[in-house]
């Protein structure tokens, strides 16, 4: 059976501290690892992870995929109360199915 | 561009009793996912369709059912509804489903509450 395993389940941190996210997986047939951050109701997209080694950024965020070790990690550089949210590892496989891990909530005080 | 959308955005239901969730995808995508989010449970993959076809289901009962209309919008059927099933219920589309067309993007939600 496929699993995702995210790790811290939650996480405070006061403004401007740097945070690390853990992902792990076991999954047949891995196609991609996706990042995405819930605040409220509907997830939104943040990254894509298909090959190993290459680091994806995007302003403060950032996050890179080991595909031997079958991990990936979301860093969070100078954290702000608006990254205060559930941020949720998704696996895809070539069968189209998605496995998600159950998140990392995240609390960033003022 | 306007996102996934979804309706109802909240639903009332009683043991035993049917219900009918529907989902329109975002212009252009072909791909529609339907996840189930269960109160302090993370999201677990419900159903895949794609072109109008049933691609992938994950572990849930036969009375979870769905469909996939010419227009690529989406049904989310649930039978004999138990206590159980109250959830927020998701859609997700996406422009394809090879690497590199398949990013999800997901909608806001139906809020299906069981009594």
């Known amino acids: 059976e496929d699993k995702v395993v995210q790790s811290p389940l939650s996480l405070v941190v006061h403004e401007g501290d740097t945070v690390t996210l853990n992902c792990s997986y076991e999954?047949?047939?891995?196609?991609?690892l996706l990042w995405y951050k819930q605040e409220k109701k509907a997830p939104t997209f943040l990254f894509m992870l298909t090959s190993s080694g290459i680091e994806k950024k995007s302003g403060r965020l950032s996050s890179i995929l080991d595909k031997k070790e079958l991990f990936s990690i979301l860093n969070i550089t100078a954290t702000q109360t608006g990254d205060s949210a559930v941020y949720l590892c998704a696996v895809d496989t070539n069968a189209g199915k998605s496995t998600f891990g159950d998140g990392t909530t995240l609390t960033v005080k003022p | 561009e306007a996102g996934v959308t979804q309706s109802p955005t909240h639903l009332i239901k009683t043991r035993g009793q049917q219900v009918t969730l529907r989902c329109s995808p975002i212009s252009g995508h072909t791909s529609v996912y339907w996840y189930q989010q269960a109160l302090g449970l993370g999201l677990q993959f419900l159903l895949w369709y794609d072109e109008g076809e049933e691609r992938n289901r994950g572990n849930f009962p036969p009375r979870f059912s769905g469909r996939q209309f010419p227009n690529y919008s989406s049904e989310l059927n649930v039978n004999a509804l138990e206590l159980e099933d109250s959830a927020l219920y998701l859609c997700?589309?996406?422009?394809?489903?090879?690497?590199?067309?398949?990013?999800?993007?997901f909608g806001p939600g139906t809020r299906l509450t069981v009594l």
């Open positions: 997700a589309s996406s422009r394809g489903w090879v690497p590199g067309t398949d990013t999800q993007y």
């Open positions: 999954v047949t047939n891995f196609r991609s």
